[in-house]
């Protein structure tokens, strides 16, 4: 399979899509052999929070990584123990906003690829830019660092990485043009609203950013493993299905429970500009 990324991308034929939920914002995703995983974390710790779940992963998805995706510096986010199995086990390149070099550096990484606002790099079939977020990302006392989404356009396949971020009407600057065929987007760490709004979309939030952004699926992350706030780890999902049910968007949200996966077995058909679905994916 990881033989035909040699050919140029024209000629390439999809051949699998897999999207596998490993807990939080963590999501292993494999497009025609090529491995991305974002946000990974699957130690029982963030920083002094204890996992209420476990994440759902084997050895293996932690090995043969290409290319991780980083949003931002917090603990929950950016693990360096989890960072440096990977490392260990992968010829992996990291790619992240900019200013994060002095986390990762020392982890083993074959090159670190700190992007800016509107930069873009193209590397192995794939360009990747950075899209806006309404989030701030630290470690301990220090100034904070730079935060982002991240946009991954395969020319074939199309994600949409919208790391931890509070709801705003911009995401698609950032998007090359075009619009994602699956879009990660945060759906916890929600509660008491007034103090979490601008940082951390809720369910209903987020259902309204899948809709901005004219994604063709759905896959909700940032829940079911850490207690970060008042509402109950479980809560998240079930809240969005209420609300997907009433718009009629329940079948194109990937319904997946940590350490779950979904496959297409070819290329997904992006939304018309009405919002449907112009023709039949395998699932």
Not at 103 to 123: N, P
Not at 198 to 219: G, I, N, Q, R, S
Not at 220 to 246: C, N, S
């Amino acid at each position: 399979m990881r033989g035909s990324l040699c050919l140029p991308l024209s000629e390439r034929v999809i051949t699998l899509i897999r999207y596998k939920f490993i807990g939080h914002s963590t999501v292993l995703v494999e497009v025609d052999g090529k491995r991305f995983i974002t946000d990974p974390i699957v130690s029982n710790r963030a920083l002094v929070v204890r996992r209420k779940r476990a994440a759902g992963y084997t050895s293996d998805d932690l090995s043969s990584i290409d290319v991780v995706l980083l949003s931002h510096a917090h603990w929950d986010h950016l693990d360096r123990p989890t960072l440096k199995k990977i490392a260990r086990k992968s010829k992996a390149i990291v790619i992240c906003p900019r200013g994060h070099l002095s986390l990762l550096h020392d982890l083993g990484f074959v090159h670190i690829h700190e992007l800016g606002r509107d930069e873009t790099i193209a590397l192995d079939g794939f360009t990747y830019s950075l899209t806006p977020v309404n989030h701030r990302g630290k470690r301990w006392l220090e100034r904070y660092r730079s935060s982002a989404g991240i946009f991954v356009n395969g020319g074939k396949h199309r994600f949409w990485f919208a790391g931890d971020t509070g709801y705003r009407s911009d995401f698609s600057k950032g998007m090359q043009g075009t619009a994602p065929d699956v879009a990660l987007i945060p759906i916890g760490a929600y509660e008491p609203r007034e103090w979490f709004h601008m940082m951390h979309m809720d369910p209903d939030d987020a259902l309204k950013t899948f809709v901005d952004v004219k994604a063709t699926y759905m896959l909700p992350i940032h829940w079911g493993a850490f207690k970060l706030t008042r509402e109950e780890i479980h809560e998240p999902p079930l809240v969005l299905r209420e609300l997907a049910k009433r718009e009629g968007l329940e079948e194109r949200i990937l319904w997946l429970e940590p350490g779950e996966q979904h496959v297409f077995n070819q290329p997904i058909r992006q939304m018309d500009d009405g919002g449907r679905n112009p023709g039949p994916t395998h699932l």
